[in-house]
């Protein structure tokens, strides 16, 4: 009997790399075409190339127009999506397993022969602005994007959208060098989960991709981070709070430790952050933490939207409840948060788009792919002391704090009192 977890792999000559776990017992399939195309590798005044271009490859590609390449799409049944992150663009689907073929052949025009047609390039453009006016409307996101770039520097802490003014620089002939240049085979990632028959389709992504020639890829300067406590001024009767504090990255031994001491702060309505900043007190209407990861550095950001006269307090007690959190974890909070993971675990074994995206993401982080079950074993093997020994070593702090709202607020830690400036 095959075994139902199976990873398998192949790197083409040309450096792609096709990487697939079989779900034969779905009538499904997903896909996650993942190039090394991300904004880390616009230009500084061209902040959003990188998304201009995910946008435009969209427009028409081989015999295809912009409204022919919606319409394939759909025909077969295609829930299509795009994103740029800073390492990666994406491009994913899920449809009915028999039309994966099909899919992958439109994508492969999108990749090696889009028509970038300059007679919509101010359409694209238009979409790029909605997408940054998009985040200007949204505070609490804001704050957060202040709270990145000052933890992780340039070109890790970017967002991808740009604003007004880099996409407003672009020009088409940037978008064209952009992918001759980035879009390429070498370090791209095709993952596959589903319902599908890995040697057809192993020989099927040499027929569409086998013969994409590779350029070198030159890595972006890099500038460091500027830590410490900002406040963006802005007229309203709320307050964001964002705070970054280092954590691990998703490639280190000891990641999934991290994770659950930021589950016991954030997993759920019995975590210590909602428990103590929300039920109890009502300082806040949001109150959230989560681990983040570039390649070779991590973080945790929390988030807090309050009102702006309650807004010291609900710091105040949010670095508290981070600070106390160095002191441990208790048994039932292990438990308790165990049994959400797992059924996270059996939730993603049952959706292929969800098992293709995380295929996708640990081959670019680890290299390899982790098994469901393997997973399930690292979260089975974790213990109180276990956690407790690493809160020991890498207790919250070194506190960057992010607040957006009327008033800077005052950080307070072992008697020492900063202000958000």
């Known amino acids: 009997m095959s075994n139902p977890q199976r990873i398998l792999s192949h790197t083409y000559e040309n450096g792609l790399t096709l990487v697939s776990q079989p779900m034969p017992w779905l009538e499904s399939v997903a896909f996650s075409l993942s190039l090394p195309a991300g904004c880390r590798f616009d230009p500084a005044k061209q902040i959003g190339l990188s998304n201009f271009t995910c ?13 022919g390449f919606i319409e394939a799409l759909e025909y077969l049944g295609v ?55 998009a985040i200007q409307d949204d505070l609490a996101q804001r ?10 520097g340039d070109p890790e802490g970017r967002i991808c959208e740009g604003t007004v003014e880099s996409v407003q620089a672009i020009q088409l002939t940037d978008i064209v060098e952009f992918h001759k240049q980035f879009y390429q085979p070498r370090g791209t990632v095709i993952a596959v989960a589903g319902k599908h028959e890995w040697e057809s389709l192993k020989d099927l992504v040499g027929e569409l991709f086998g013969d994409w020639a590779a350029n070198e890829m030159k890595e972006p300067a890099f500038v460091a981070p500027s830590h410490g406590n900002h406040h963006i001024p802005f007229d309203s009767n709320q307050t964001h709070i964002a705070i970054a504090y280092p954590g691990v990255s998703y490639s280190d031994e000891d990641f999934f430790k991290a994770r659950a001491a930021v589950g016991v702060l954030s997993d759920g309505m019995s975590s210590r952050l909602f ?4 039920e109890k007190r009502g300082l806040c209407y949001a109150v959230s933490a989560s681990c983040n990861s570039v390649l ?28 106390n959190l160095g002191n441990g974890v208790t048994k039932p909070e292990l438990d308790r948060l165990k049994v959400q993971i797992r059924s996270g675990l059996i939730m993603q074994q049952e959706s292929c788009r ?47 704090v ?8 005052e950080l307070k830690h072992d008697g020492v009192s900063a202000t958000s400036a």
């Not at 070779?296 to 981070?322: H, K, N, P």
């Not at 640990?362 to 690493?390: A, K």
Request: hydrophobic fraction near 40%; glycine fraction near 6%; aromatic fraction near 10%.
């Open 354 to 400: 969800s098992r293709a995206g995380s295929i996708a993401s640990d081959w670019f982080y680890l290299g390899r792919v982790r098994t469901i079950d393997e997973i399930n074993e690292l979260i089975s093997g974790l213990t109180v002391e276990s956690i407790n020994h690493y809160l020991l070593n890498h207790p919250p702090a070194n506190f960057d």
């Open 275 to 278: 428990t103590e900043v929300r």
């Open 79 to 133: 829930d299509f999506s795009s994103s740029v992150s800073v390492y990666r663009t994406h491009y994913g689907g899920a449809m009915p397993a028999a039309q994966l073929n099909e899919a992958l052949a439109i994508y492969r025009d999108v990749f090696r022969s889009p028509h970038l047609p300059a007679d919509q390039l101010e359409d694209g453009r238009q979409v790029c602005f909605q997408e940054i006016a």
């Open 402 to 409: 992010v607040t957006l709202g009327p008033q800077p607020l």
């Open 55 to 67: 946008e435009m490859v969209q427009r028409g590609s081989g015999e295809l127009d912009s409204r």
């Open 143 to 152: 704050a957060m994007i202040d709270a990145r770039m000052r933890y992780y």
């Open 296 to 323: 070779d550095r991590g973080a945790v950001f929390c988030y807090c939207g309050t009102s702006a006269e309650r807004a010291q307090e609900s710091l105040d007690v949010m670095i508290e409840q981070l600070i």
